[in-house]
């Protein structure tokens, strides 16, 4: 499967900037590295030469292996940099962090940032290739393109499908990233969640509204739920942990009003039985929870390959201009 | 010494009028005020002739909120810099903050302020002072000795004194000295930590968003204690539509009560943050197109008496970072003008209702003789053409702190000569 668009993007900070055909050919690519790295031999050279750097100035396991993963099969020299351990405390700009980054000659920076808009802050100032791999609650969309994928092998097709996404869309950059990534790609998107946890105006995306999880899972094709941050059981946004679970948590009696053959989505790490059931996460002819872990290293295999072909376009135009000049 | 302002389209904000006339400055004063052609112009005439060449001649701005940063922080904006940036702004006097470090919250700084002010400043300064120690919103400052010094108002700019009590005592003891209480209208656990207003925009962006009824409830409070305390009480920035009823029942009802605006609330709205424009990041933050139509209009009605510029320097440092991070406020003295004639332009108000906001409603407020275009009133003068367009640069604004949202903006009219107390501040000969 190969699209004939190319996607000429310099960096990926947002889904917002991408089109339906930039988005088709990221998955299309992807879908070949998916058989990759099911092959005995996963390594290629397609990044050979050239350096990624995680910076993630939030704490992150999956999302910074993924990305390490994905770097190494692709023959990069990855390094990972915590920042919240290191020069933010001493009072260090981000601006700076980047610049003195920058003068290490990267290629690929894979950057995590707890406020929104940092990553593009951050873009602005360096001469590499940078993806978002999390902004505040603004964006990730990795692991949209992620979702889109698992959603795609599984279902066949990425639209026309009726898709609910549950849970805290407040604090999320997942639900963002989603919602407009499976918006532009024309499907049918139900947010369910307690109002405490909705962003202002929400309704005027182009989705419907729900506070009723069972309302609103009536006849989708697939159930996203999201993960709820610790910081928000205490009583500020929700009363309780058990409340949530008996209102939004899914279970199979919740899940019975979706289609019979409705995949289960998240993005991790879980809270059993906080939102969703032990038992139907592990459920293994439901959920595609492990697909999804696997597409994330292969998507973004195919991102950093994208994002490096254009970055050796614009590097190879910039030589040329020098030469005639 | 005595000049004669011919060929002038006087604007008198107080008598609603705009006519063809001429104006004679006697020792800094206005002394005479005539129509038409100026009967005693010509060789025989005894003082300096100015010929303004039928262009726009209005009472210098009276600019209430101007921050400038002395003492603390002078590589940001100095009382020089201030100074020659509101002359080229046809701003004749600022009436600045006390949000500096440390505040102005005791008649020692004051004393200094005022000291720096007159000999740095090419324009009158009137420094208002803190109402709250520190502006922490605990103890009240000495607001008599204060007063004596010339405090022109008390407030705490934009910290909100969230101790009811304290705030009716600070209230009641201005009120007997009959000093004027500014406030920042915000509740201000609802508003902690937003940088942009809720809605549509703020949920794209993912940015910590406050709703717009917290400027309500904020207002809503403070005419409460202004009725318990019969304080004379001015709220510094009324920015949404929803604060608006409040505010003319407080009037209707007769409370010692005026509201402002700043500059920026008039012309832009939260879309212009586009993606993360800190300079765009002001407190309150921008609100929608409808909150905009609807302090514009109320300015056009009276109901909000005062624009401001709410002169806000930073410097670069500031403004390059994470939009939640980067400081608010922008520059303005110099851009004040041109964006309130954009009002104009647009058809919302006349030249006089304008002038009103800018010069008449907020010298009355303070008790200063100035803004007015009368016999007897200073010679503060501005001279404009109202349609002479360019392309704003912030590296040739006279403040040291270049942050402007209106950088690389076609603006329409501009300021041709600035005069205080009859003498010509800008541009200088």
């Known amino acids: 499967m190969t699209s004939s668009h190319t996607f000429a993007g310099r960096h990926l900070l947002g889904i917002e900037q991408l089109s339906p055909a930039d988005i088709t050919t990221i998955l299309d690519l992807a879908d070949q590295y998916v058989d990759v790295n099911r092959r005995a031999d996963k390594h290629s050279d397609v990044l050979a030469g050239l350096t990624q750097i995680n910076m993630f100035f939030e704490n992150s396991t999956r999302t910074q292996a993924s990305f390490e993963l994905a770097g190494k099969r692709l023959g990069a020299d990855v390094m990972n940099m915590a920042m919240q351990a290191s020069s933010i405390k001493k009072g260090e700009t981000l601006i700076d962090t980047a610049l003195t980054l920058n003068a290490m000659h990267p290629d690929i920076l894979v950057v995590r940032h707890p406020h929104s808009g940092a990553v593009n802050l951050l873009a602005e100032k360096v001469n590499c290739a940078v993806l978002n791999a999390g902004d505040g609650p603004h964006e990730h969309p990795t692991q949209a393109l992620l979702d889109a994928l698992t959603i795609r092998r599984a279902k066949g097709r990425l639209h026309r499908l009726n898709i609910a996404i549950c849970g805290d869309i407040a604090h999320s950059r997942v639900a963002r990233s989603n919602l407009m990534l499976l918006g532009k790609m024309e499907n049918r998107i139900r947010l369910i969640g307690p109002p405490t946890l909705m962003p202002s105006q929400i309704d005027q995306f182009g989705v419907e509204v729900y506070d009723d999880m069972r309302k609103g899972l009536e006849g989708v094709d697939v159930v996203m739920m999201l993960r709820l941050q610790l910081e928000r059981m205490d009583g500020g946004f929700i009363p309780s942990a058990r409340e949530y679970y008996h209102r939004f948590g899914l279970d199979a009696e919740k899940l019975s009003y979706a289609k019979d053959d409705a995949i289960i989505m998240h993005p991790g790490p879980m809270n059993r039985g906080v939102e969703i059931d032990g038992t139907l996460a592990d459920d293994i002819h439901r959920s595609v929870i492990q697909e999804q872990v696997e597409m994330g290293v292969a998507v973004r295999m195919a991102v950093m390959d994208l994002l490096a072909r254009n970055l050796r376009t614009a590097r190879a135009n910039e030589t040329k201009k020098e030469t005639y000049v | ?429």
């Not at chain 2, 103890?139 to 969230?162: P, Y």
């Not at chain 2, 929608?288 to 008496?305: C, F, K, N, P, W």
């Not at chain 2, 964006?339 to 800018?358: K, N």
Request: aromatic share 6%.
């Open chain 2, 1 to 429: 010494m005595t000049i004669l302002l011919t060929n002038a389209r006087l604007i008198d904000p107080q008598a609603g009028t705009e006519t063809l006339g001429w104006l004679q400055i006697t020792d800094g004063m206005i002394t005479e005020i005539g129509n038409g052609p100026a009967p005693q112009n010509g060789p025989e005439y005894g003082g300096d002739s100015f010929d303004c060449g039928g262009k726009y001649l209005a009472p210098g701005i009276v600019d209430i909120g101007v921050k400038v940063c002395e003492p603390g922080e002078r590589h940001k904006e100095s009382y020089r810099t201030a100074g020659l940036a509101a002359a080229a702004g046809g701003i004749t006097t600022m009436v600045t903050r006390p949000d500096t470090s440390p505040a102005i919250d005791s008649p020692e700084v004051l004393e200094f302020v005022t000291r720096r002010a007159n000999e740095a400043a090419p324009v009158n300064v009137r420094p208002m002072a803190a109402l709250t120690k520190s502006r922490d919103g605990q103890e009240m400052t000495e607001i008599g000795f204060l007063r004596d010094a010339g405090a022109a108002a008390f407030t705490d700019c934009d910290r909100v004194t969230a101790n009811p009590k304290v705030f009716s005592r600070a209230l009641t003891y201005a009120a007997s000295l009959g000093a004027l209480v500014i406030a920042h209208v915000q509740e201000p656990t609802l508003s902690k930590g937003a940088a942009v207003t809720s809605g549509k925009f703020a949920t794209l962006r993912g940015l910590p968003a406050v709703n717009v009824m917290a400027e309500r409830m904020g207002l809503d409070r403070d005419i409460a204690l202004i009725e318990m305390t019969k304080a004379k009480y001015h709220a510094d920035q009324i920015t949404t539509a929803r604060a608006l009823p409040a505010l003319q029942r407080a009037k209707a009802n007769g409370l010692d009560i005026t509201a402002g605006v700043s500059i920026h609330h008039l012309t832009l709205n939260e879309l212009d943050v586009a993606d993360y424009r800190t300079f765009f990041k002001v407190k309150p933050p921008l609100r929608s197109e409808d909150d905009r139509i609807a302090v514009v209009q109320a300015v056009a009605s009276g109901l909000i008496d005062i624009i401001s510029s709410m002169h806000t320097p930073q410097d670069e440092e500031s403004k390059r970072l994470p939009f939640e991070e980067a400081a608010s406020g922008a520059v303005a003295l110099e851009t004040l003008l041109p964006a309130a004639l954009s009002l104009v332009h647009a058809g919302h108000m006349d030249l006089p209702t304008l002038f009103r906001a800018l010069s008449y409603n907020p010298a009355r407020r303070l008790g200063l003789s100035a803004g007015r275009l009368t016999v007897g009133a200073p010679a503060d003068l501005v001279l404009f053409d109202l349609n002479t367009p360019f392309v704003l640069d912030r590296f040739k604004l006279n403040s040291k702190s270049k942050n402007t949202p209106f950088d690389g903006r076609l603006m329409q009219g501009k300021v041709l000569a600035t005069f205080v107390n009859g003498t010509q501040v800008f541009p200088t000969k």
